[in-house]
């Protein structure tokens, strides 16, 4: 059996991440094990987790997507755990928000609007 990558999503809409969850759970190769709505509640449960990927929304109550993303680094770091693959969802694209997030840490940024083989394809990479 192939490795399972371990997945955690951040995102305040609870639908959304039920439908995340859905998604990625359906694939063989993929597993949600960590939800998370708020920045805060992720700043403090993220960093234990052990996770694979890390799926953040960019409209997270508390920070911005690139906010956290910036901030949850260096609480890996300072864990002495690795940091997990991230990847910024948002409701639209732009050159400035994918640059910002690469620039906190982000490894791809995923929109709304992408089919949702776009987001499976982010987190297999």
């Known amino acids: 059996m192939a490795e399972v990558l371990r997945v955690g999503l951040i995102d305040a809409d609870a ?4 439908g995340r969850r859905m998604l990625i759970d359906s694939q063989e190769d993929c ?3 960590f939800e998370e709505e708020t920045a805060e ?3 403090a449960r993220a960093p234990e987790a052990l996770l ?6 960019h409209r997270v109550r508390g920070l911005d997507g690139i906010q956290l993303v910036g901030k949850l680094i260096p609480l890996y770091q300072a864990n002495n755990t690795d940091v997990p ?5 948002g409701p ?3 050159y400035e928000l994918l640059l910002s997030a690469i620039a906190a840490g982000a ?5 709304l609007d992408s089919d949702s083989s776009e987001l499976l394809k982010a987190i297999r990479s």
């Open 31 to 33: 597993k949600v094990l």
């Open 85 to 89: 693959a991230i990847i910024l969802t």
């Open 52 to 57: 694979d990927v890390l799926v953040i929304d």
């Open 107 to 111: 490894s791809d940024l995923v929109t």
């Open 41 to 43: 509640g992720a700043q």
């Open 15 to 18: 639908d959304i991440r039920f």
């Open 92 to 94: 639209y694209f732009s």
